[in-house]
């Protein structure tokens, strides 16, 4: 499909720089395209309403680390240069896949020292953290090959790095202490994510003991969300568009109670398009979900078919992007243009700090 389909014009003053407080009070869209009215303004804390007892709840536990570096290139024989890396996937127990600025300065070969130290002594001495560039590939990724490795790892990036904003709202304003605890959900535990699944930021724990009462079940899925999300799709045709891969798990467990909701004749609920991708990824044809767990590249666009999920929690996404293509699919694209119309004449608050929407699937 042509990319341009998927643009709209979004103004500077509909992106959300904070979120809603108390994070419930979020306005919510609720989209429902084979019914009448299809657009239904509420707000997060009303999502019970739309919920049956036995419904279940999907969310991605993963947890944002500050995975944003800046550095120092050294290379024998030429100038110092700043470089700033975000860490986007762990490929081992020393190393990432980062996307570098700038990209095109640095080879194979070169050694980052990231922090406040400098060279090779003590890689982690007094908050210094130092990697070789192992590969290099295109459009400014490289792999890192870190001097620590496992947990010493971990607690040097924690040390160091710096939650990595999306650029709409880093360009903005700067990091700051706030965005420590406002870009992490609640219910966050596996640490490896670099972007947050931004639908789960909404929910508190008043909101789960509503859902509790409601008898709507609650199970965790991992994605490590990639800064890979962030990136704009540059192809004018979706066919020619490469994802960047992101590593996830679905438990035994949690396969068997999604399982038993669907064969009670009840619905799946993704909480972020993060947890619908992992799901659809697991998903066999008949909408049997096996325990599953691996990198997946999984890219929606209208025209497929959803095996797993009834209904989608999601935020409101860039224009021309992956996700506008994915929310497109599920709810139908001549829905989701005038819904994303309607957020924006009526003042919705977009991207990652923003407001947020109830999908429900567009009948094939």
Not at 31 to 40: I, Q, T
């Amino acid at each position: 499909m042509r990319v341009d389909l998927f643009d709209f014009d979004l103004p500077d003053e509909n992106i959300a720089l904070r979120p809603a407080s108390p994070r419930d009070h979020a306005r919510f869209l609720v989209v429902r395209p084979d019914a009448d009215p299809v657009l239904e303004d509420r707000h997060v804390y009303d999502l019970p309403s739309f919920l049956r007892p036995g419904d279940a709840l999907v969310f991605n536990d993963t947890k944002v680390i500050p995975a944003q570096l800046e550095g120092i290139r050294h290379r024998e024989g030429a100038e110092e240069i700043a470089v700033s890396c975000t860490l986007h996937m762990r490929v081992g127990a020393s190393r990432w896949k980062a996307f570098a600025k700038p990209g095109k300065r640095i080879k194979t070969g070169d050694r980052i020292d990231f922090g406040t130290g400098q060279g090779d002594s003590a890689a982690c001495l007094m908050g210094s953290l130092v990697a070789t560039v192992a590969e290099k590939g295109e459009a400014g990724e490289i792999e890192l090959a870190f001097d620590l490795s496992g947990p010493d790892l971990d607690q040097a990036i924690a040390t160091v790095g710096h939650i990595p904003l999306p650029p709409y709202i880093a360009a903005k304003r700067p990091e700051d202490e706030k965005d420590r605890a406002d870009y992490q959900t609640i219910y966050a535990r596996e640490e490896g994510a670099v972007a947050a699944p931004t639908a789960g930021l909404h929910f508190t724990p008043d909101l789960f003991a509503k859902l509790d009462a409601a008898g709507v079940e609650r199970h965790f899925v991992t994605l490590h969300v990639g800064a890979g999300t962030f990136l704009p799709v540059k192809a004018d045709d979706t066919a020619e568009h490469k994802m960047h891969e992101e590593i996830g798990y679905i438990s035994p467990s949690t396969a068997a109670a999604l399982n038993a909701v669907r064969a009670r004749g009840n619905r799946i609920i993704a909480v972020g398009t993060t947890s619908l991708r992992l799901l659809e990824s697991a998903a066999e044809e008949t909408g049997h979900i096996p325990a599953w767990s691996g990198a997946t590249g999984i890219f929606i666009t209208p025209g497929y078919r959803f095996k797993a999920v009834d209904m989608l929690m999601t935020n409101f996404h860039l224009p021309k992007s992956t996700l506008f293509m994915l929310v497109s699919a599920f709810a139908g694209l001549d829905t989701m243009r005038a819904a994303y119309a309607h957020a924006i004449e009526t003042g919705y608050r977009f991207y990652s700090y923003g407001d947020s929407s109830l999908l429900f699937r567009k009948d094939d």
